[in-house]
């Protein structure tokens, strides 16, 4: 009867609880919880399936501790290193993208923030894909100054991405560095300044059950509409080097219990969805309805055109 009780109460306008959510991922059998947000996504966002992509703008040398994280200089992971990628590789990317009717495109840039130099770097590239492409942009670099803000709006970016990664209370295992309250002063930021916001986080760092609700929960009192669920890819080196994977069914029920929670956002898998092989696909029939399409950061994504051909066959048409 939970299942039942939680889809009335979102058809009727209404947010379950965190309790009824723990009662949800506890108590439903699997298998119905995956079908019922499934039947929440089709009810509430019919079958449109909304990829995007990414383009790694400014690659290693951060200077924050994140412990998942290959492109922290606190760990001895050998990735490629540069502070501004060449405008002709990142036209070809965007317009491989748009060819594929992949719409949406970020500029994802390494560390704690990016200096103003760089930013009207990162402006020229975004004004010449602007110019050659039908793209829409988003933008993830790092801490934001309402200045910033301003600044990445007149590129002609329209959301911008900064993940919290975890719930607040375990925030403190996963970086030292900044804070939970750092990401969310400039989702705020990025809010004031006319900005649409994308944020989520990574399952699999240790956290459990629990944090993984919170995190849902405090995406939905943000106001987040767009949310990256992340399933953790070890990387060597690293302090979660040694991390168990999680199972299907726990990254399953994750993407099903966030859909409960936030009824009317895009659920995105992102990165770590290529290492779940073709079960990747059973997420979009569990509640998700956009993924990051392509490849990611630091680690090689599905073929695009695979990929985007076994999206359609779960159903869906690409958002135009």
Not at 27 to 41: M, N, V
Not at 69 to 91: F, K, M, P, R, W
Not at 161 to 186: A, I, Q
Request: with cysteine; proline share 3%.
């Amino acid at each position: 009867m939970i299942i039942e009780k939680c889809i009335e109460k979102i058809k009727n306008g209404e947010n379950i609880d965190y309790d009824l959510a723990y009662e949800l991922a506890t108590t439903a059998h699997p298998d119905e919880l995956f079908e019922a947000a499934d039947h929440i996504r089709l009810y509430l966002h019919g079958n449109v399936f909304d990829p995007c992509s990414i383009i790694n703008a400014k690659s290693g040398k951060c200077s924050e501790d994140c412990r998942f994280c290959a492109q922290s200089s606190h760990y001895d992971v050998d990735i490629e290193t540069y502070d501004v990628i060449g405008s002709d590789s990142a036209l070809l990317q965007g317009k491989n993208n748009d060819a594929h009717n992949v719409r949406r495109l970020s500029l994802v840039t390494a560390g704690r923030t990016v200096s103003m130099e760089d930013l009207q770097e990162y402006g020229k590239i975004y004004r010449k894909l602007g110019d050659t492409t039908r793209l829409q942009f988003c933008a993830s670099m790092g801490m934001l100054t309402p200045e910033k803000a301003r600044l990445l709006k007149s590129f002609g970016v329209e959301r911008y991405h900064c993940n919290l990664e975890t719930c607040r209370r375990f925030f403190p295992s996963v970086c030292s560095t900044h804070t939970w309250e750092e990401k969310v002063e400039t989702i705020r930021i990025a809010q004031e300044a006319g900005l649409e916001v994308c944020s989520g986080g990574i399952i699999g760092m240790g956290e459990n059950l629990e944090h993984r609700l919170e995190l849902a929960f405090e995406l939905r009192e943000l106001g987040i509409l767009s949310i990256p669920i992340n399933v953790l890819s070890p990387v060597a080196n690293t302090p979660f080097e040694n991390l168990e994977p999680l199972s299907l069914s726990a990254v399953l029920t994750s993407i099903a219990v966030f859909r409960f929670i936030n009824p009317h956002a895009v659920v995105r898998l992102a990165g770590g969805r290529a290492e779940m092989g073709v079960d990747q696909y059973r997420s979009f029939t569990s509640g998700a309805n956009g993924a990051i399409v392509g490849n990611f950061l630091t680690t090689s994504g599905n073929s695009l055109v695979d990929d985007l051909l076994n999206i359609e066959k779960c159903g869906f048409v690409l958002r135009k």
